[in-house]
């Protein structure tokens, strides 16, 4: 049931004065239940609760981490039915995709509780004491990861679930040991609330400190800037628009104690279409892009906003199918008025740039909060002396760049910002292109041969991030296990006795993990 | 032969007006050879050499890095009796350090080519395809670790050899495929030159690009800043002052691309004695900590500087048995008059504060830039209100700090600004004091059991770094080789053709590395 309160810890407040609510934008009205902004009093509390819940969660076992987390799954499972209405209504997205976002959200926890159960994750690595050892002995040292301390983790407009309350950071951070606070999207209080009573449930059922979770709503910047600010908190994970992750990067660097954001932000994801491609399958490319773009009302951080070809017939023909394809597409509805205000009027400032001509433009009338579909193509030369041209437009807009030659095409992949992903579609003419591969492979994160780059599989070997102001910090992924290592430091015991070492670096190995002793891979005991 | 010219790349250039000398502290004269700063043109042409060099030297196998690693090492010992008495004559250090030094230079260079020839560092992940997965098939994605860029590389004062041009920071990043541009230690520019002409005979000699190394002279901030300033710049090491890496962080945080800076900066190394050591064994450990505190004239980042134990007669002895060994030491010298004045002022500074007893202080005639080793104490309640107290006296210096009782004990660990080190003097007693340790471990990145903090051996197991402000970003260590991880990231290839992926990645395994197949580790193809 939602009641508009913040969790502070297991705690229902809702001491405030601000109050808010979401909004249907496929009903285009707003939705019932009111929404309390978190005090600071009550953000105080919150993290304060999560500092006093890290001195014993930071040593719960990783069976006891994965049987909470497996609990959150659980939880969230039987929200059933309450949940997917509530996040339909907030989103105006499909039954369909809720379902399956759900899907994700659930396994990526339970990815992350078979990582902390098995528990080589720590990378524990030891090297053994020689005390004979000239000029001086040598001492034994072994080495794993520990938790940060509390992360704040706020909700992302597109995805309630799987980047939001019990999202990848929520889960990546819980597994780790960090408790963690959410700064709830006000645009999904309410999927929000649900998804945090789960998580409660969960913590309750499994014995996890209080203060280990807490979900606190809040209408505008002053609840995040409050917790990036407090200095017990010790890491954030962001994932939304460049203004508001570098605003939040700033605030974090400022403090008397740095600590590290971990912000993936925009991405238009350039798509490199090489010349034998556009001789051979124009039209079933143009039908896969077309569907691309507009996949998810082009709500997606990885949606093609750019592709990139030679100038000639080839590419003309395919621009033309790809208008025609696109318009084909019935409009769909954007998550929130402000989001598809938002992306008309990027539209309409990427339209006014001179030299640009817009090839499909879906003009029929549609319904409220529903996008028009949009391709736009520009000479090589404009887009690298228009730096407003390399602005994402999110939504289901993208724009098709004709170079004057090869060089000129290395040329403007290198001069973009950093990108989650780059995609090439060749066929059997990649070799000739190195350069272009190369320029592509630095400034991006991912690179896809003959796909799309929207989808991000769940999985060890995902990279989502790059070069900024794709992330933060390229160093660390957002998606899949090793975004753990985001939340984590290694920390070293020297010569310490061996029955005060934790589990992971006890020399009989009791956890049977994966460890590297004197260089070697191995499970064996010391 | 020393010129007193900066290396931009492999050409020697020395534009500049702005010159300076290196000086002898203990002859206490300027020492000869004459440094011309480099000049902004000088900066930038570095750079850009740089960035070139990094589209080639990304791409150099792990087995043609090492040889480049190793030609380092060897081309230092082919410096021989030149290298050490320019190193003596610019830090005042014994032949015997500069030795030591050396040889873990060396040796940090060689183990980071074992590192990279053996190649499994590059942590493949590679999940494959699977076409029949419903609703939607998954594709073949693999991951590994990519160089980030040209990365600065800030000489150290205190360590000319092993953390300044060929040191840990220049081999992690040169391991890593990283161009490195290295902002030369004004009071080692001697030092400096030749090391860096050893790299630039070892690049030239395994045929790596040029601009893979620069060496550029600076003698106050100016070049540092216009180094992290620049645009093609994406990565800085940096050992030394709180303030100064501090302000390169802000510059860093600035940029509109921000970049990463992993600064290693202060600490004062907390060591806690519990109440049965001071009863058992209170003239050993005196004497082992009057060594430590002076080693090396107390110019180590892990210089003990703070004792802390539970008030009574027990730590009153050890305080006068710590101060009578101390002044048995015969004090030497500092590496140049500025650290030595630091040191004399920083020591009047904190004698100055209210409360604080001087139970030592070397009050016979020295040398000029000698340091006279002191030993102070203090209530805990004292060392609890001023801050003042908790600030690092870089040079052989300690405060014992006496506590009412364990809680206060505790207090003090956890309001402590974050370590590189804590160190537990216990005799069987520290399962008692659990707290005390959860405390320490929280607020440092190694922690020693029975031992001194300094010392830190170099080998996979070590974490040199930790909380603010012992280093800006605890999630990586500064020696080992795990420090390689400051300058990569990861990097996905999703369907890209087996023929066109890195060796690393490729199915046959051609370069036999251990990798992450579908969850398992293992050297097999795929």
């Not at 528990?119 to 720590?122: A, D, P």
């Given at each position: 049931m939602i009641t508009g309160k913040n969790y502070i810890g297991k705690q229902r407040s809702g001491k405030g004065n601000v109050i808010y609510k979401t909004f249907n934008p496929q009903l285009n009205i707003e939705n019932k239940p009111i929404y309390t902004e978190a005090t600071l009093e009550e953000i105080n509390k919150a993290v304060t609760l999560a500092a006093n819940a890290f001195k014993i969660f930071r040593a719960v076992s990783g069976e006891q981490k994965a049987t909470f987390l497996n609990a959150i799954a659980d939880e969230i499972l039987n929200l059933d039915d309450e949940l997917i209405k509530v996040y339909c209504s907030e989103t105006g997205l499909p039954e369909g995709r809720a379902k399956g976002e759900r899907g994700r959200t659930v396994g990526q926890l339970r990815s992350f509780a078979d990582l902390v159960k098995e528990?080589?994750?720590?990378e524990a690595t030891i090297d053994t004491s020689i005390p004979d050892r000239e000029p001086i002995p040598k001492a034994d040292i072994r080495k794993m990861n520990i938790p940060l301390g509390p992360v704040v983790v706020f909700g992302a407009s597109n995805f309630p679930l799987a980047y939001s309350t019990a999202g990848g950071d929520t889960a990546a951070a819980l597994a780790a040991g960090c408790p963690v606070i959410v700064k709830s999207h006000p645009m999904h209080a309410g999927t929000g609330e649900l998804v945090a009573s789960a998580i409660i449930n969960a913590a309750e059922k499994t014995n996890m400190p209080n203060g280990v979770f807490s979900n606190l709503n809040s209408s505008g910047i002053e609840v995040g800037v409050q917790l990036v600010k407090h200095p017990d908190v010790k890491a954030v994970g962001f994932t939304g628009s460049i203004r508001a992750g570098r605003a939040l990067y700033d605030l974090a660097a400022k403090r008397k104690e740095p600590i590290p954001v971990f912000a993936e932000m925009g991405s238009i994801n350039p798509v490199i279409m090489l010349p034998n491609v556009l001789k051979n399958r124009s039209e079933s490319l143009a039908k896969t892009y077309a569907s691309s773009i507009t996949l998810g009302t082009g709500q997606f951080c990885t949606n093609p906003g750019l592709i990139i070809g030679l100038k000639g017939n080839d590419l003309t023909n395919f621009i033309t199918m790809l208008a025609n394809e696109i318009v084909k597409i019935e409009p769909s509805c954007m998550l929130h008025p402000n989001i598809y205000g938002a992306y008309e009027s990027n539209k309409a400032k990427a339209i006014a740039q001179p030299e640009l001509r817009v090839v499909a433009n879906y003009d029929t009338d549609v319904k409220e909060n529903y996008a028009r579909q949009a391709i736009t193509t520009v000479e090589g030369k404009t887009f690298l002396a228009n730096t407003t041209l390399h602005q994402e437009v999110f939504g289901p807009f993208s724009m098709v760049v004709q170079c004057e030659s090869i060089k000129q095409m290395e040329a403007i992949i290198s001069n973009l910002e950093g990108q989650l992903t780059g995609t090439l579609i060749a066929d059997d003419e990649a070799e000739k292109y190195s350069n272009i591969i190369s320029a592509l492979q630095n400034r991006v994160g991912r690179v896809i041969y003959n796909g799309v780059p929207t989808g991000v599989e769940v999985c060890p070997s995902m990279v989502h991030g790059g070069p900024y102001p794709a992330s933060t910090d390229s160093r660390f992924t957002a998606v899949g296990v090793d975004s753990i290592k985001r939340f984590v430091r290694p920390f070293s015991f020297q010569d310490w006795p061996n029955e005060l070492l934790p589990d992971e670096l006890k020399n009989e190995n009791p956890l049977n993990i994966t460890r590297i002793v004197n260089g070697k891979l191995t499970n064996q005991k010391v």
């Open positions: 528990g080589s994750w720590v």
